[in-house]
């Protein structure tokens, strides 16, 4: 088959589907061009991270095409409904990027807490002549030990954060389709042990945690999940990271909640309008900022690529023909 790695695949995964047979692109094609790529090179799948996006009309253009991969989780630039009517199969790799997004999401915590995000900017401009003032601007931080984290969203990936979590000592409850208690298996050494994390509702998560994660999809309609409504229900003080899609947190109301104070920081990892975030996100001292790198390990890399193999090759196993 011929396949087209829009956004890149890693270096093992390319070349075990090039022994495999397959025929492969990864030079990335501008949005502009992609159909007509696909239809002179006679694609028959496509695969994809967060910056390409399959849409019907491009589905209608091709009728070569035969799958669609996210290497990755979250597939809202795919239309998969209509994909799936036409005959397209849509997959994507939701095991393979969890830990790293998870470990994302702690490094996040850690810098919150300690401001370390906004210390990195003013420590070589200011440093040498105000030392002791940005000590004590940054003396007051806290530790995470003993607090509880929310996670929306109780995943892969929130189960993943979850047991990072537990292994500093913090508090966890998460939110899911529903209520009552979740078995988490964790891993310390040798030993494996079981740990009932409570499922709670939203707003009673609000009012319990001291820091909380997103993780879940954008909402089909547009609307955000965390908006002027939800900041009111958090505890003052709290702590909320969103590596998950940017949209899923107003961004006007969290400005808001900031420099009031009743969010004592952020973590960004997604944005409204990628890639072009707005400036004042960019540069407010309470947001820590990531360019969408939670998936974006070497480890996490290879182990998506070479899901996308099986993949490619269960797909290709079941073509008629």
């Given at each position: 088959m011929n396949i087209l790695a829009n956004d890149g695949i890693s270096a093992a995964a390319k070349e075990a589907l090039e022994t495999a047979g397959h025929r492969v692109w990864t030079e990335f094609v501008e949005p502009q061009d992609l159909v007509a790529f696909i239809q002179n090179e006679h694609v028959h799948g496509v695969i994809v991270r967060s910056a390409t996006k399959i849409r019907q009309p491009l589905i209608d253009a091709c009728p070569d095409l035969k799958f669609v991969i996210r290497g990755g989780v979250g597939m809202d630039n795919i239309d998969v409904a209509y994909a799936r009517e036409q005959g397209v199969a849509v997959r994507n790799t939701p095991a393979s990027s969890s830990q790293s997004v998870a470990e994302l999401v702690m490094g996040h915590l850690f810098g919150l807490s300690r401001f370390l995000h906004d210390s990195n900017r003013r420590m070589p401009v200011e440093g040498t002549d105000q030392f002791k003032g940005l000590k004590k601007a940054y003396g007051k931080g806290a530790e995470i030990r003993g607090k509880t984290l929310a996670i929306i969203g109780f995943g892969r990936i929130g189960q993943s954060l979850a047991s990072y979590a537990l292994g500093c000592g913090m508090k966890v409850i998460g939110v899911d389709q529903q209520t009552g208690s979740h078995a988490l298996p964790v891993t310390i050494g040798d030993t494996t042990v079981e740990v009932n994390i409570p499922l709670v509702t939203m707003a009673e998560a609000f009012a319990q945690a001291d820091a909380i994660s997103l993780h879940i999809p954008a909402q089909a309609n547009g609307d955000a999940v965390v908006g002027a409504k939800e900041?009111?229900?958090?505890?003052?003080?709290?702590?909320?990271?969103?590596?998950?899609?940017?949209?899923?947190?107003?961004?006007?109301?969290?400005?808001?909640?900031?420099?009031?104070?009743?969010?004592?920081?952020?973590?960004?990892?997604?944005?409204?309008?990628?890639?072009k975030p707005r400036q004042d996100l960019m540069r407010h001292a309470k947001i820590a900022l990531?360019?969408?790198?939670?998936?974006?390990?070497?480890?996490?890399?290879?182990?998506?690529?070479?899901?996308?193999?099986?993949?490619?090759?269960?797909?290709?196993?079941?073509?008629?023909?």
């Amino acid at each position: 088959m011929n396949i087209l790695a829009n956004d890149g695949i890693s270096a093992a995964a390319k070349e075990a589907l090039e022994t495999a047979g397959h025929r492969v692109w990864t030079e990335f094609v501008e949005p502009q061009d992609l159909v007509a790529f696909i239809q002179n090179e006679h694609v028959h799948g496509v695969i994809v991270r967060s910056a390409t996006k399959i849409r019907q009309p491009l589905i209608d253009a091709c009728p070569d095409l035969k799958f669609v991969i996210r290497g990755g989780v979250g597939m809202d630039n795919i239309d998969v409904a209509y994909a799936r009517e036409q005959g397209v199969a849509v997959r994507n790799t939701p095991a393979s990027s969890s830990q790293s997004v998870a470990e994302l999401v702690m490094g996040h915590l850690f810098g919150l807490s300690r401001f370390l995000h906004d210390s990195n900017r003013r420590m070589p401009v200011e440093g040498t002549d105000q030392f002791k003032g940005l000590k004590k601007a940054y003396g007051k931080g806290a530790e995470i030990r003993g607090k509880t984290l929310a996670i929306i969203g109780f995943g892969r990936i929130g189960q993943s954060l979850a047991s990072y979590a537990l292994g500093c000592g913090m508090k966890v409850i998460g939110v899911d389709q529903q209520t009552g208690s979740h078995a988490l298996p964790v891993t310390i050494g040798d030993t494996t042990v079981e740990v009932n994390i409570p499922l709670v509702t939203m707003a009673e998560a609000f009012a319990q945690a001291d820091a909380i994660s997103l993780h879940i999809p954008a909402q089909a309609n547009g609307d955000a999940v965390v908006g002027a409504k939800e900041f009111n229900q958090m505890k003052r003080g709290v702590m909320l990271i969103n590596a998950a899609r940017g949209g899923v947190v107003d961004e006007d109301a969290l400005i808001e909640a900031l420099n009031s104070g009743h969010v004592s920081g952020a973590g960004l990892d997604v944005f409204v309008g990628e890639p072009k975030p707005r400036q004042d996100l960019m540069r407010h001292a309470k947001i820590a900022l990531t360019p969408h790198i939670g998936a974006a390990t070497s480890e996490a890399q290879e182990r998506i690529g070479m899901e996308i193999v099986s993949i490619v090759q269960e797909i290709n196993d079941n073509l008629p023909g």
